[in-house]
């Protein structure tokens, strides 16, 4: 049997990965930890929030919501006449009401409720019924701004960014230099939305580590090989870059590539905890996953093909069904750990980014750091 670890110990792992273990099960079980997630990791991280296509023009809007269902923030993409592209709050600094509610081209922002106007940089510009207030205006009655990335056409935000976006990335935008990711076109008809009985943290330590390959996925393992599976992690990033067994199922890689004259099947980044950016021969197709407010995962999938000639093969071969046989063994193992007779086990060596993740999450929550 075993009894509730406080949150402290329960997120603390050992630095050496030959020594740890994973974190304590509470951790996917507790309400209250899964709670703290949103504030301490998704607020403080760099979240998905779209991508650039309807505020391309000078002079458009358009509202977004951060991590539906868990952070639910609404917020604001506004591009000025001169171009500049800003994400602000899409809460009216009045009394609270939301601002714009699709996308559209403007001069200014409007409230609906009490016609409180603002610039498209957020700075309050009129306000009726005001006269005779103390202090007004003040820099607290414009649009708070929040932090902002590009990447290619997507557009990622951060309401209290723990590090710069580029650490979220590690050294994809080099390493993977030759993408050309203004060329990614959004493929509606591959985008899924998910839902199923695990924590999101189950579902990403899925994804860092190749181990269960040969025994969850038999048709990839057919397209890759495990001997040359390989791991690298970077600060608040992890790669994992798989060898395709067969010449047809690889990138072509150009001489400015480290894997220049390899068969390199798929890149598989995943900022940590956030954003993920799956890279795959299709060559590439980004996806973003998100969690839920509650501890059952909703998420979703969103596509953006570079090479469309070829979708459907090696490692991109089978996204579906690569998806589904993730899906039922996280959620095998969601149902696994609430067993009194389990409380946290092992990963080195072959799960070392599974491990990096465990103590950027321990980091993340504030858990005390271990040697
Ligand atoms: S809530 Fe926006 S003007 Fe009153
Ligand atoms: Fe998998």
Sequence with gaps: MTTPADPATALAVDADVHSASTLDKSFYLDPALYAATAERVFARSWQWIGDLGDVAAPGSLSPRQMLPGLLDEPLLLARDEVGRLRCLSNVCTHRGNLLVHAPCRAAQIRCGYHSRR??????????????????????????????????????????????????????????????????????????????????????????????????????????????????????????????????????????????????????????????????????????????????????????????????????AGALDEVEMEDEAVVQTVQRGIRSRLYSRGRAPRHERAVHHFHRLVGEFMGAPATA
Excluded: C
Aim: proline share 10%; aromatic share 12%; glycine share 8%.
């Design 118 to 315: 603002f610039d498209l940089d957020g700075r309050m510009s009129f306000m009726p019924g005001f006269e005779g207030a103390r202090d007004f205006p003040s820099p607290r009655d414009d649009l708070p701004q929040v932090a902002l990335a590009e990447f290619g056409p997507l557009a990622f935000a951060s309401l209290a960014p723990a590090a710069p976006f580029a650490d979220f990335l590690g050294d994809l935008p080099t390493r993977l230099a030759w993408l050309k990711l203004d060329e990614l076109v959004h493929d509606p008809s591959r985008d899924r939305d998910l839902e199923f009985d695990a924590h999101w943290a189950l579902y990403v330590e899925n994804y860092l580590e190749g181990l269960h390959i040969p025994f969850v996925h038999p048709g990839l393992a057919q397209t890759i090989e495990q001997a040359s599976y390989r791991v690298e992690t970077f600060r608040r990033a992890a790669l994992q870059v798989a060898t395709a067994r067969d010449v047809e199922a690889a990138f072509e890689l150009p001489p400015t590539s480290p894997e220049h004259g390899q068969r390199i099947a798929a890149y598989y980044y995943l900022g940590l905890p956030e954003p993920d950016v799956q890279r795959l021969p299709v060559g590439p197709v980004a996806q973003r996953r998100r969690p839920s407010r509650h501890i059952a995962y909703a998420g979703a999938v969103r596509a953006y093909v570079g090479d469309a000639s070829r979708l459907g093969q090696g490692a």
